[in-house]
């Protein structure tokens, strides 16, 4: 079955940077594109960012475009979050889904805190 595991999540301090790693199974992962969706506490699911299968096309939040960087590695099955100059408002649970949204990893936690 289709299975998605998140890692890379922390305390870090604003200003800082993260990446986040999401290793899927359980499906031919080059042939679908992927997001990363995150939720802060208190609040619903916002969409971070999406990659297409190829990695040529990708797409952000306004709140985190300039700063995040989606990738996938089609070779090691596994999608990437790179994370600059992070800000509180930041903090979060952060999801990988795909294919369509259809399956969700346990999400990691990532904290930006002093």
């Known amino acids: 079955q289709v299975q998605l595991v998140e890692s890379g999540g922390g305390l870090v301090q604003p200003g800082r940077s993260l990446r986040l790693s999401c290793a899927a199974s359980?499906?031919?992962?080059?042939?679908?594109?992927m997001h990363w969706v995150r939720q802060a506490p208190g609040e619903g699911l916002e969409w971070v960012s999406g990659?297409?299968?190829?990695?040529?096309?990708?797409a952000y939040a306004e709140s985190v475009k300039g700063r995040f960087t989606i990738s996938r590695d089609n070779a090691k099955n596994t999608l990437y979050l790179q994370m600059n100059s992070l800000e509180s408002e930041d903090t979060a649970i952060y999801y990988c889904?795909?294919?369509?949204?259809?399956?969700w990893g346990q999400g990691t936690q990532v904290t930006v805190s002093l």
């Open positions: 889904t795909g294919p369509g949204f259809g399956s």
């Open positions: 359980g499906f031919t992962f080059s042939s679908y594109g």
């Open positions: 990659i297409n299968t190829g990695g040529d096309y990708t």
